[in-house]
């Protein structure tokens, strides 16, 4: 327990190039989804927002819905998380008829590993992570940016070096 508690003060929000922490979560569907093993098949968009049902979060997560085939033939999956509870959650999935992952946070870990927790209250501030083979993090976007999902759909395409030469201004450098 000391360990988690030490872990999660020391977390910091990853960056582009870095390496994004493992987790293994339980979806609301009972599907058991580990970091390492499915980035193994595809990069991963990991889409933290706050709360169910609002109208930002029901933009960006219908828009994931219309890109979905998009992200498939990226070879890619959505994990979308929130601090709701299992059972919003679900419902909130369902109203969507999203195709891909939700995860109930309402213990906030999955968000306090990746440091997008809101100040005061448990809620995920809106923060979109594309991470790809080596759990290397391809893209971040936050914010209104998270709500539109092409910038993490053709990040899907990147890799770790590329990403980071993005960032760094290196992308023209011979």
Excluded: W
């Excluded at 959505?78 to 939700?102: C, E, G, M, N, Q």
């Excluded at 968000?111 to 209250?121: G, S």
């Amino acid at each position: 327990m000391l360990t988690l508690v030490l872990m999660s003060a020391l977390a910091a929000q990853p960056v582009v190039g870095s390496e994004a922490p493992d987790f293994t979560v339980t979806s609301v569907d009972g599907v058991e989804l580990k970091l390492s093993a499915l980035v193994e098949k595809g990069p991963i968009i990991l889409a933290f927002f706050p709360k169910a049902f609002t109208s930002g979060c029901t933009r960006e997560l219908t828009a994931y819905v219309a890109r979905y085939d998009d992200v498939k033939k990226h070879g890619a999956d959505i994990i979308a998380v929130s601090t709701d509870d299992a059972i919003t959650a679900r419902k909130f999935r369902d109203s969507l008829k999203a195709p891909y992952h939700f995860v109930a946070d309402d213990k906030a870990t999955l968000t306090k590993l990746y440091d997008v927790k809101t100040f005061l209250i448990s809620l995920s501030r809106r923060v979109t992570f594309v991470i790809g083979p080596g759990r290397k993090v391809l893209a971040v976007q936050e914010g209104g940016d998270a709500v539109d999902p092409s910038g993490a759909v053709a990040a899907c395409n990147l890799r770790a070096a590329t990403a980071l030469d993005l960032v760094t201004g290196d992308a023209g450098a011979p």
